[in-house]
């Protein structure tokens, strides 16, 4: 990994250890208006019920999607890099949350072990983002589903090319938060990781709130892909 983006993937923690607290506010008390339009109902939607299924909510943050699937009849394990933001989840909630790189996820869960992984805008890195998926590759059930709900990648600014960016939060009106680095992928870089790392992309779906032009996420559900 070359210097820079070591010290991406190390700030992107850095930043939300800075950010935890006006994040789990800005969460529970619903100020991010795509989320509140949109973005939730859409990822809620795409779950489903859970009837007792296990499923892992991957960059759980402070724990909203968490309390949210539990309520939906999931059997939930909650993980993320921040230490702030899985005390907040624990604080908040009974499921069972950790502190965890993805890195590791191989090591602390056994193969199969999950119906279910979700990871709702929390790919942020690019080598974590591999590593989140060959861990939910092998975290998966032969019938199990991987769900990511990221960015829509033509509501980004700048050169369609997948590489570094910042986010300042002025769009979402949270200048208290310090900026944070995070990749930003293409679509057909998405297609073709999620390839490369044994899946099968079976759905794409593009929220888009009343009266507007513009999908405000995309949201990709996939499956592994067993020999």
């Known amino acids: ?32 208006e795509s989320r509140k339009a949109v973005t939730n109902a859409a990822v809620l939607e795409a779950i489903g019920p859970g009837e007792g299924r296990s499923v892992l909510d991957l960059g759980c943050g402070e724990g909203w999607l968490s309390r949210a699937m539990s309520r939906q009849g999931w059997r939930v394990v909650g993980v993320d890099g921040s230490t702030s933001l ?43 983002t591999n590593a989140a998926l060959c861990g939910a590759a092998m975290m ?7 769900l990511i709900q990221t960015v829509h990648p033509i509501s980004v600014e700048g050169p369609y090319r997948s590489g570094w960016r910042t986010e300042d939060w002025e769009g979402f009106g949270m200048s208290e ?11 057909s870089h998405w297609v ?7 899946f099968i992309i079976r759905e794409i779906r593009e929220p888009m709130g009343i009266g507007v032009n513009n999908p405000s996420s995309l949201i990709l559900i996939a499956e592994r892909g067993w020999s």
């Open 140 to 146: 998966l059930n032969p019938r199990g589903r991987l």
């Open 1 to 32: 990994m070359s210097l820079t983006r070591k010290t991406n993937e190390q700030e992107i923690l850095h930043s939300w250890e800075r950010n935890a607290t006006p994040w789990t506010a800005a969460v529970r008390e619903e100020k991010i």
């Open 177 to 187: 938060c310090a900026p944070t680095p995070w990749y930003f992928h293409t679509l």
């Open 86 to 128: 899985i005390q907040a989840a624990r604080v908040a909630g009974a499921e069972d949350y950790f502190c965890l790189d993805y890195s590791l996820l191989g090591a602390e869960f056994s193969d199969s072990m999950f119906n279910l992984v979700v990871c709702n805008f929390s790919l942020l890195g690019e080598e974590s």
């Open 192 to 198: 073709s990781l999620l390839a490369e790392t044994g």
